[in-house]
C-alpha cells in the first residue's frame, strides 16, 4: 500500500513518501531504547513539563495540523480542530493526574506482617518502547491517547500510522521532538503492514498497541503472543443505541444524528443499530430521518459541511454493498443510500437510515463504518438486551430512559465496555475506554490506561 497522502474530497494524490528502510528502522528502534533509559528514570515532575510544552505546541499548531488532517482523510475542519484541542486537554490532564495514578500503594501492616515483611510496596514502573499500530479515522486523537499515558509513566513510543495519514504522523514526532522530550522518545516509523511484524518481533520492543481492524488485531496478537509481549486491542464496534419510552425522544433523536455521523460515520464508537421500543419509534424515526436528510454533505474544509468524504474509495465501496445486500433483502431505506448527485469526485455516501433490517441481512452483522444508520423496533427491555448484545462487538452503548430500573438492567445486561445513559458516547481522559469480546481488550485512558504498560512491581522489605 502507498505511503501518501490522498484527498478523500477529489481523490488527488497531494503527497508521496518512500517507507522507511531496513537501516532506518534499525536506527530508530535503537534510539527508542536509548531514550527509553533516560526517560524512565526522568522525575514525573519534567514529564509533566514536557507534556505541558506538548499540549501548548500543539494548541499553537491546532489550524495548521487541523487542515492536515482534512486533507487526509476528510473529517469536516471544524471537526479537526475540536479533536486537536481535545488531545492537548488530555496531556494537561494526563500531566496534572500521572503522579497521583502511580503513586505507590502500601498494602495493610497487618498483611505485610502475616508475610514476614516490615513493609511492602507496590510500584508501577515502565515496561519500556511500546509499539503502536494506529487507525486514520482520529489520526491525533488515537495516538495522543496511548502516547501521553505511555511517555507520563517513562516509555517511550513508536508509531507505526495507517499509511493514508502520512503527514498527521510525521507531524506527531516532530511535536515532541520540539516539546524538548529525551530524543527518540516519540518515532514514526514509514513503513507498510509487512514490516510491522519485524519491528513487533525486535527484542528492543516490550508491549504493542493497536486500534483498526479485527483482522489487523488478530495478526498484531498473534505475533505478540508468540513472543509473549503484552498488548492493548482496540478494534471494531457495532454499538447499540436503546431509546425506551419513557425517554426525551426529540431530544434521542437529535443525539442520534450526531451520534451516527461524528466523524463522517467512521467511528468504532458511533452509535450503529438504533433498538427503539415500540411505543416510541414511529416518533423517533420521523425525527431521525428528518434529521439525516437535512445535514450538509460536502467539500469538508468549509465551515459549513456536516458530513465529508469517507477516507477511502474502498472503504465507500464497502459501505454501499452493505446498504445494497440490505435493499435488495427486503430492508427499506428511508433517505440516503447513494453518492450524492451533485459530488462527482471524492468518496462522499449520503446519510442513510434502514429499517427492516433481519439477521441474514450482511448489515446485522458487520460494521458500518460510514454515516450508515440500521433501525429495529424492539418491545421491551429484554428484547432489547438480547439485539443489543446480537452482534460479535462489544465496545460501548447508548441507552435514553428514564427508569432506574431500567438503567440498572441495561448496566447489568450489555455485553460492551460501556453503557452511556441519555448522552452520546465519547472517549475522555478520566475515563477508562475499551471493549470485550471481538472489540478487543485491555483499556486506554484514566488509571487503567496509564497502567497498561507498566510492570507492577512488589517491592518486600524484610528484617535487616
Known sequence: ???????????????????????????????????????????????????????????????AIARTMTLEMGKP???????????????????????????????????????????????????????????????????????????????????KHASNVPQTALYLEELFRRAGWPEGSFQTLLIGSGAVEAVLRDPRVAAATLTGSEPAGRAVAAVAGDEIKKTVLELGGSDPYIVMPSADVARAADTAVVARTQNNGQSCIAAKRFLVHTDVHDAFVERFTEGMR??????????????????????????????????????RVLTGGRRPPALDRGWFYEPTVITGVDPGMRVHREETFGPVATVYRVHGVTEAVALANDTPFGLSSTVWTREPGEMERFARDIEAGGVYFNGMTASHPAFPFGGIKRSGYGRELAGQGIREFCNVTTLWYGAE
Open 294 to 331: 437535512v445535514l450538509t454533505v460536502g467539500d469538508p474544509l468549509e465551515e459549513s459541511t456536516q458530513v465529508g468524504p469517507l477516507a477511502l474509495e474502498q472503504g465507500r465501496a464497502d459501505l454501499a454493498a452493505l446498504v445494497d445486500d440490505a435493499a435488495e433483502r427486503g430492508a
Open 77 to 159: 475542519i471544524a471537526a479537526a480542530r475540536a479533536e486537536a484541542a481535545k488531545c492537548a486537554r488530555a496531556m494537561r490532564w494526563y500531566a496534572a493526574h500521572a503522579a497521583g495514578l502511580l503513586a505507590d500503594e502500601h498494602p495493610s501492616e497487618a498483611d505485610a506482617g502475616e508475610s514476614g515483611a516490615t513493609r511492602v510496596v507496590v510500584r508501577h514502573r515502565p515496561l519500556g518502547v511500546v509499539l503502536a499500530v494506529m487507525p486514520w479515522n482520529f489520526p491525533l486523537w488515537q495516538v495522543i491517547r496511548f502516547a501521553a499515558p505511555a511517555l507520563m509513566a517513562g516509555n517511550t513510543g513508536l508509531l
Open 1 to 63: 500500500m502507498p505511503i501518501a497522502t490522498v484527498n478523500p474530497a477529489t481523490g488527488e494524490t497531494l503527497r508521496s513518501f518512500e517507507p522507511l528502510d531496513p537501516e532506518g528502522i534499525e536506527e530508530s528502534l535503537t534510539r527508542a531504547r536509548d531514550a527509553f533509559e533516560e526517560n524512565r528514570t526522568t522525575d514525573l515532575a519534567t514529564r509533566a513539563r514536557l507534556l505541558e510544552r506538548t499540549a501548548e505546541l500543539l494548541d499553537h499548531d491546532r489550524a
